[in-house]
């Protein structure tokens, strides 16, 4: 059985897929149409060969120059008996022991040179098995590269941009005594959260809050980046914890380094690092933030070099050199990762005044909006060397959540001016209710999955952010359908407070189903997990700035305390293997994400809505706020004809 702490921490990740031959089609035709290739390769093998071969086999002048190389030559004087003789102090040695040394030399070399040889002949063997498009891409990625690195040649700085108005980030006191205990309630354990990773896990990733001691998975490669102390700055600002932030801003600013020889997430390093120093950057002013997220998109920058300009999911900070998850089907990059860069991307470009970034993201768009969609929905899998699609397979869940949420994120961040951003959201969430949303047979409106021709009727705690998506985009959706898309929210919200709800410990599992007389459970043991997840409080935040029911209120208190109750330990706070028993075992790993959303959510919640105002901020995938953009006549583009 896989335990939760292999499992997916942030619903990107599968386990990995059992790829047989037919993932790999080896046809005859694709041999032939890249023997060129082939023969080109063996060619410049064979001359490589030759000239190796020129240059280190013995021949009779280079038996000279060895002979008076001052390393053999000068030699003091020891001990005349072998041979040698002796010339001012020096021995000069005789010809039998150079003799010697010369076959030596020679069996190295010919042994270097049959090393060579069958390194070169394992290498067109390699290329003989790779396929037609892979071989083609492999070509298409290096001219990329040159490409590239004209266009950075080419790519002419923007004009500086004023700051956006930064408004509410030191209000939203509520001014009911209830209703401020309980916010004083989450920061506390906001507090708990943080001391404890500050005593035990202090500039690792993530806390083992039961073993005391830092924590760390593959998202963030091998070094220790301080995520938790990244994710955590704005919660710790909006919270008023000062002394905290500048512990963290300290760390930051004499730690926080990215020339490390780590092979990280593209898409985590951009929602948690780079959307938290910008965030930072924004609330508290200090630039140290701002210069930090910069130098750390620089380094992802290298994951776009790929045929296509899809990013690699991994990218090694140091060398650039970028690869895609295992798991992933035929070799693709995932829907979720690569969209759900906009955000950031956009910021970066703004603040910078370098297009580089914003014409990445764009130029991911373009090429999603170019391509056919089955059923109009977006498969959550795309390979970066050919831009097909790999498996049919459709989530609002994990592998595809935050792509449909940065549609409609771009268009709020751009002041409602990105209106193809919108346009892509409006249609791409038609064709999710038409073919993914269902009502159970007791009632319950959830969002399956499209998995090769038919619906899962499965619906992931990670799909549970989709609730306050919908009622996010109600204001502005096609047809004045704003109602609707407020009561879908509400329906989303509900269903997910019920798989809460029927629980023993009224913390939601990982997954849970609609099928067989189940309804909103979990079935299979491995999705019975609670990882302090944040999906659904953030619904409950949402909803509840849109309808000020005071349900919201009363089940996000409902999840705090169950939090309170059964994931905190003296060390911090633990996710949980099973939520259907009453016994609690932990997972021993506090989440970066559950300082940076799950808390700053409910904080939120118990807030007046002048703190971090809709109409201002938007919230990145990982509750990072950034500033509402008001371009006007600023494009971020690069190209002076629109300026
Ligand atoms: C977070 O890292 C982000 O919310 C991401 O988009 C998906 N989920 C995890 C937390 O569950």
Aim: proline content about 5%; some cysteine.
């Amino acid at each position: 059985m896989t335990t939760p702490a292999l499992l997916p921490l942030s619903g990107r990740r599968l386990p990995p897929l059992n790829l047989g031959a037919s993932a790999f089609p080896h046809h005859r035709a694709t041999l032939r149409l890249s023997e060129k290739f082939i023969l080109l390769l063996i060619l410049s093998a064979f001359i490589t060969l030759c000239f190796g071969a020129f240059f280190f086999l013995p021949d009779s002048s280079k038996h000279k120059r060895f002979d008076l190389g001052l390393e053999d030559v000068l030699i003091p004087h020891v001990d005349t008996s072998k041979g040698g003789k002796n010339l001012g102090g020096f021995l000069i040695h005789g010809q039998g022991h150079d003799e010697h040394r010369h076959r030596e030399e020679e069996e190295r070399l010919r042994n270097k040179i049959r090393a060579d040889h069958e390194k070169a002949l394992e290498e067109a063997k390699e290329k003989l098995k790779k396929s037609r498009d892979e071989i083609q891409a492999e070509i298409q990625t290096e001219k990329n590269k040159v490409v590239q690195e004209l266009k950075k040649k080419d790519s002419k700085p923007l004009p500086p941009v004023p700051l956006p108005n930064l408004i509410g980030i030191n209000s939203g006191e509520p001014a009911d005594p209830d209703i401020r205990e309980k916010r004083n309630k989450v920061k506390e354990m906001m507090k708990h959260a943080w001391d404890n990773y500050r005593q035990y896990g202090w500039g690792h990733n993530e806390l083992k809050p039961i073993a005391r001691k830092g924590h760390s998975t593959n998202i963030f490669g091998n070094s220790q980046m301080g995520a938790t102390i990244v994710d955590a700055l704005d919660t710790l600002y909006i919270m008023g914890l000062h002394d905290e932030f500048r512990e963290g801003q300290e760390w930051i600013d004499k730690n926080l380094d990215f020339s490390v020889n780590s092979e990280v997430s593209v898409f985590e390093v951009n929602i948690r690092f780079i959307g938290g120093l910008l965030a930072a950057y924004y609330l508290s002013g200090q630039e140290v933030f701002k210069i930090k997220a910069v130098q750390l998109a620089g380094k992802l920058l290298p994951a776009f070099n790929t045929p296509t300009g899809i990013p690699w999911a991994m990218v090694n900070l140091k060398s650039g050199v970028g690869r895609n998850w295992g798991w992933a089907s035929a070799g693709s990059s995932i829907l979720a990762e690569f969209g759900t860069l906009h955000m950031e991307f956009v910021h970066l470009s703004y603040l910078t005044g370098d297009p580089v970034y914003y014409n990445k993201v764009m130029h991911i768009r373009k090429l999603l909006q170019k391509m056919d969609r089955p059923n109009g929905l977006y498969p959550n899998y795309l390979n970066p060397r050919t831009g097909r699609w790999g498996q049919h397979h459709s989530s609002v869940g994990g592998l595809g959540d935050s792509f449909y949420e940065y549609l409609l994120k771009a268009w709020l961040m751009s002041d409602k001016m990105d209106t193809e951003a919108r346009k892509m959201y409006d249609d791409a969430i038609e064709a999710i209710e038409k073919h993914l949303i269902r009502k159970s047979n007791g009632g319950l409106t959830f969002i399956g999955e499209w998995k090769n021709g038919h619906l899962e009727r499965k619906m992931g705690h990670l799909t549970c952010f989709a609730g306050g998506m919908f009622a996010l985009g109600a204001d502005g959706s096609r047809n004045d359908k704003a109602g609707h898309y407020l009561q879908l929210g509400a329906e989303i919200a509900h269903t997910c407070h019920e798989s809460y709800d029927r629980t023993a410990l009224k913390l939601g599992p990982e997954a849970f189903k609609f099928d067989g007389g189940v309804e909103a459970v979990a079935v299979r043991q491995n999705e019975k997990y609670y990882i302090l997840r944040p999906e659904v409080i953030e619904t409950y935040w949402y909803m509840w700035r849109f309808t000020h029911d005071p349900k919201y209120r009363q089940w996000g208190w409902e999840a705090t305390q169950a939090i309170d109750k059964y994931c905190r330990v003296s060390g911090g706070f633990s996710g949980i293997k099973d939520v259907y028993s009453s016994s609690p075992t932990y997972d021993d790993v506090q989440q970066s994400f559950f300082l940076a959303e799950t808390l700053k959510y409910l904080y939120l919640l118990f807030s007046d809505d002048d703190l971090l105002p809709l109409d201002n901020w938007v919230f990145n995938t990982e509750a990072h706020p950034l500033p509402v953009l008001h371009l006007a006549n600023t494009t971020l583009s690069g190209n002076p004809a629109y300026r």
